[in-house]
T-cell receptor
Framework: DVKVTQSSRYLVKRTGEKVFLECVQDMDHENMFWYRQDPGLGLRLIYFSYDVKMKEKGDIPEGYSVSREKKERFSLILESASTNQTSMYLC??????????FGAGTRLSVL | AQTVTQSQPEMSVQEAETVTLSCTYDTSENNYYLFWYKQPPSRQMILVIRQEAYKQQNATENRFSVNFQKAAKSFSLKISDSQLGDTAMYFCAFRSGGTSYGKLTFGQGTILTVHP
């Protein structure tokens, strides 16, 4: 079974903190994605990566950055968390031209 | 850019009955894929069904089937014999058939509640 693991299910941070959301996949997938899920808006793509150290902006990259130093790990970084970044964050990975596999999500609250 | 629209924020159905969730999309591409994902309270996204745009035949997976109308850019999901375990958020999603690294564009989601 493909496993996409997000390090935290729930996270509470303060405004201005630097926040790291980690995602690890165990199947050597090339492509990895970070989505943000908000009520009434569905899932929106923040960033994706198609190889180690390679990244591309998605639809809503503002306020976020990413890091992919190893193939299995894709990190989403909030340099200075703000209350409007309170949301559910979903990571996904995809091998080649196949389906996307999702993690269980991290619900982030920024106070 | 592609857009996906789910116009039903919430739906409800009685157990054992049939329900249809609507989805429309907009694209200028001819080669693409469409998906329905289910997100139960556990938050784990589960692929329900997928459709390749070049296939005229509607996809079917057990109790789940789609009505794919390419000209109308419509992709509805029919759930037959609804079960309590079908209660979840359902997302319609689009993926380009070109070199897009598999990015998905999602609709807003429909919360489905199955009542006993």
């Amino acid at each position: 079974d493909v496993k996409v693991t997000q390090s935290s299910r729930y996270l509470v941070k303060r405004t201005g903190e630097k926040v790291f959301l980690e995602c690890v996949q165990d199947m050597d997938h090339e492509n990895m994605f970070w989505y943000r899920q908000d009520p009434g808006l569905g899932l929106r793509l923040i960033y994706f990566s198609y190889d180690v150290k390679m990244k591309e902006k998605g639809d809503i990259p503002e306020g976020y950055s990413v890091s992919r130093e190893k193939k299995e790990r894709f990190s989403l970084i909030l340099e200075s968390a703000s209350t409007n970044q309170t949301s559910m964050y979903l990571c996904a990975s995809r091998p080649g031209r196949s389906l996307q596999y999702f993690g269980a999500g991290t619900r982030l609250s920024v106070l | 850019a592609q857009t996906v629209t789910q116009s039903q924020p919430e739906m409800s159905v009685q157990e054992a009955e049939t329900v249809t969730l609507s989805c429309t999309y907009d694209t200028s591409e001819n080669n693409y894929y469409l998906f329905w994902y289910k997100q139960p309270p556990s938050r784990q996204m589960i692929l329900v069904i997928r459709q390749e745009a070049y296939k005229q035949q509607n996809a079917t997976e057990n109790r789940f089937s789609v009505n794919f109308q390419k000209a109308a850019k419509s992709f509805s999901l029919k759930i037959s014999d609804s079960q309590l375990g079908d209660t979840a958020m359902y997302f319609c999603a689009f993926r380009s058939g070109g070199t897009s690294y598999g990015k998905l564009t999602f609709g807003q989601g429909t919360i489905l509640t199955v009542h006993p």
